[in-house]
């Protein structure tokens, strides 16, 4: 649950781009994960992009992409990065995640205002970060719908949305498995209803009840907590689990990892472009 925690440009001159954009999902990646094209403007809106287990993958979430490491997957953040970035990662042949945060309000992002008070909770261990209050589909669709036009704007081919496991947390609202269940569904049609794949982020415990609503999941120490083997009905479903370790050595972790058939690398918490896969 890493984010960097930079100013952004203004969401609303992002925006600006959108009519431009159509509807509809992306083809497969050009990366042995799904086939298709990547072209300078992007790929063609057919169907959604699947990416495949053992798919290798970069996350840099501190600044705009370094894009010199040779993978066919980037996950980055996606008001930090300009069309420019994900195009020219486009160029390059890759796929583009746009990371979001979902479950959490930020006091640095350009579209914090748009957030009532209402639903704003407990703050979740990150500077200037406050848990939602993730029952409130009818605020928090609207503003998360925004944020999924953003990614689409820029050309993104997927979003990896933040925080999807409030009610195992300690958010200030009487949240349930229930509540989780209705709101990270909700993420995934929104993601969906614009062309884009979505992952599951961590919540590894609703994995067997949302794996058919989300396209690949994105987890963070699963080997560290035990938890890997909890991920496999993505990869039985032919969907890719990108997943990092932050203190445990690869010796620790890479052959269970490529066992289960993760997409798996040690990272450091920062999450810049250091990187050491398995």
């Given amino acids: 649950m890493r984010r960097a925690l930079r100013p952004a440009v203004p969401l609303a001159a992002l925006l600006l781009t959108l009519t431009a954009c159509t509807p509809g999902g992306r083809t497969g990646a050009g990366t042995g994960s799904g086939g298709g094209d990547v072209s300078a403007q992007g790929p063609r809106h057919t169907t959604r992009w699947q990416p495949r287990p053992g798919t290798p993958w970069q996350w840099q979430l501190d600044g705009r992409?370094?894009?010199?490491?040779?993978?066919?997957?980037?996950?980055?953040?996606?008001?930090?990065?300009?069309?420019?970035?994900?195009?020219?990662?486009?160029?390059?042949?890759?796929?583009?995640?746009?990371?979001?945060?979902?479950?959490?309000?930020?006091?640095?992002?350009?579209?914090?205002?748009?957030?009532?008070?209402?639903?704003?909770?407990?703050?979740?261990?990150?500077?200037?970060?406050?848990?939602?209050?993730?029952?409130?589909?009818?605020?928090?669709?609207?503003?998360?719908?925004?944020?999924?036009?953003?990614?689409?704007?820029?050309?993104?081919?997927?979003v990896e949305p933040d925080l999807l496991d409030g009610y195992a947390n300690r958010t200030g609202f009487p949240l349930t498995a229930r509540h989780q269940l209705a709101f990270n569904r909700m993420v995934?049609?929104?993601?969906?209803?614009?062309?884009?794949?979505?992952?599951?982020?961590?919540d590894v415990d609703q994995v067997p009840a949302?794996?058919?609503?989300?396209?690949?999941?994105?987890?963070?120490?699963?080997?560290?907590?035990?938890?890997?083997?909890?991920?496999?009905?993505?990869?039985?479903?032919?969907?890719?689990?990108?997943?990092?370790?932050?203190?445990?050595?690869?010796?620790?972790?890479?052959?269970?990892?490529k066992r289960l058939g993760l997409s798996s690398m040690r990272k450091k918490l920062k999450l810049g472009v250091w990187r050491r896969p398995c």
């Fill in 65 to 158: 992409v370094d894009p010199s490491v040779d993978v066919p997957v980037y996950d980055i953040d996606g008001f930090e990065n300009t069309a420019a970035d994900v195009a020219r990662l486009h160029r390059a042949g890759r796929r583009v995640i746009c990371y979001v945060n979902a479950g959490a309000w930020e006091d640095f992002r350009p579209d914090k205002g748009a957030y009532p008070k209402r639903v704003l909770g407990r703050t979740n261990g990150w500077a200037g970060e406050r848990w939602l209050d993730i029952r409130r589909l009818d605020v928090l669709g609207p503003i998360l719908a925004r944020r999924f036009d953003m990614c689409r704007a820029k050309g993104f081919d997927a």
């Fill in 188 to 202: 995934a049609r929104l993601a969906h209803a614009r062309g884009l794949s979505v992952g599951l982020k961590n």
């Fill in 210 to 257: 949302l794996v058919r609503d989300f396209d690949f999941a994105v987890n963070e120490e699963c080997a560290q907590y035990h938890e890997c083997a909890a991920l496999t009905p993505f990869v039985k479903a032919r969907k890719a689990v990108f997943h990092v370790e932050y203190a445990l050595p690869n010796s620790r972790f890479c052959a269970e990892a």
